[in-house]
């Protein structure tokens, strides 16, 4: 699980192997081996993987199925305009 989770954040997050590998600064070999279920990270760059995607563990390692958003420092009219949003993605994606 943890594997198909990362190359997922990965390319949502419209990020290369390289700029990932860059941003937590490791290679993109290690990159691809994770991708391609051969290597697990080390407990300190698997916080990276979480902070770098602001997801949590058990979301990475499959135990949690629900990824959620930092909203921490927003307004509450912030947050309820990102519900708004979600909310319209929801339909967008109901009605395909």
């Not at 954040?9 to 279920?37: C, G, Y």
């Not at 602001?54 to 990102?82: K, T």
């Amino acid at each position: 699980m943890f594997y198909e989770r990362v190359k997922e954040l990965r390319l949502s997050h419209k990020m290369s192997q390289v700029e990932f590998s860059h941003k937590i600064s490791t290679s993109k070999q290690v990159i691809s081996n994770w991708e391609n279920d051969y290597a697990t990270p080390a407990l300190d760059m698997f916080q990276k993987i979480c902070e770098t995607f602001s997801v949590s563990a058990d979301y990475l390692l499959g135990i949690e199925s629900q990824n959620f958003l930092d909203v921490s420092g927003l307004s509450m009219e912030q947050i309820a305009h990102l519900q708004n949003i979600v909310n319209d993605l929801k339909a967008v994606n109901s009605e395909k």
